[in-house]
């Protein structure tokens, strides 16, 4: 890590997310903030270092997580399609070789092929897991983007000050760009959380419509 001018704040390194085995599964927990006390204000560089850590760790952990997650989707979703199409694939050979084997009629395994193919489709459609996965990508790449927008942005304020010879560090702009880019995360998550909600409420009344009609 270079070292920063004097009466400038740091700019630290991207902080490492974790990976433990009780994390992985576990949901996005609450940020705590820990409210500066008065007489730590009286070094502003330290506390703004902190303050961007926290913010860091808040983002790569979020990316991490929703990182994850896809994985775990992702697997699932490519196992559901695989076996729908060869379950799929299978109900239809099934009746063929039963009647050209001199069976005479076409066995009846060939339409609980079909059933179990439709389920695994339809376990994927309703409960929503590949379009999850696809959805953990795109939350996970406006997290990146924005963290690094972020991380810019502080760099070119801590250089310009730096550069100018700025003796005291403008407390304020640097709160305000801490507050937005916190904020901006939080939204990212509702986005994500609202998609899901609304994706979860159509399945169920699709399900709800197609057992009306049995």
Excluded at 13 to 38: I, K
Excluded at 57 to 67: H, I
Excluded at 126 to 137: K, N, T, V
Excluded at 143 to 148: A, D, E, K, N, Y
């Amino acid at each position: 890590m270079s070292t920063a001018a004097a009466g400038q704040p740091p700019v630290p390194q991207p902080a490492l997310a974790e990976e433990t085995g009780r994390g992985r599964q576990s949901d996005l927990r609450a940020w705590r903030f820990r409210l500066p006390e008065a007489q730590e204000w009286q070094r502003p560089e330290e506390v703004l270092r902190r303050l961007y850590e926290e913010a860091e760790a808040r983002a790569v952990e979020a990316y991490g997580w929703y990182m994850r997650d896809r994985v775990r989707r992702r697997t699932l979703s490519r196992v559901l399609r695989a076996l729908a199409v060869a379950l799929g694939s299978a109900g239809g050979v099934v009746p063929l070789a039963s009647v050209v084997g001199g069976g005479g009629r076409p066995s009846g395994w060939g339409y609980v092929l079909l059933a179990l193919a439709g389920a695994c489709y339809g376990f994927d459609h309703f409960l929503g897991i590949s379009s999850g996965w696809m959805r953990d990508m795109r939350t996970a790449q406006k997290i990146q983007r924005r963290l690094q927008e972020f991380q810019f942005d502080w760099a070119a304020r801590s250089a310009e000050e730096a550069r100018s010879g700025q003796s005291e560090v403008d407390v304020a702009w640097y709160l305000n760009l801490l507050r937005g880019f916190v904020l901006d995360l939080s939204e990212i998550m509702m986005d994500e959380t609202a998609e899901w909600i609304a994706e979860f409420q159509s399945g169920l009344l699709q399900l709800q419509t197609q057992v009306n009609r049995r």
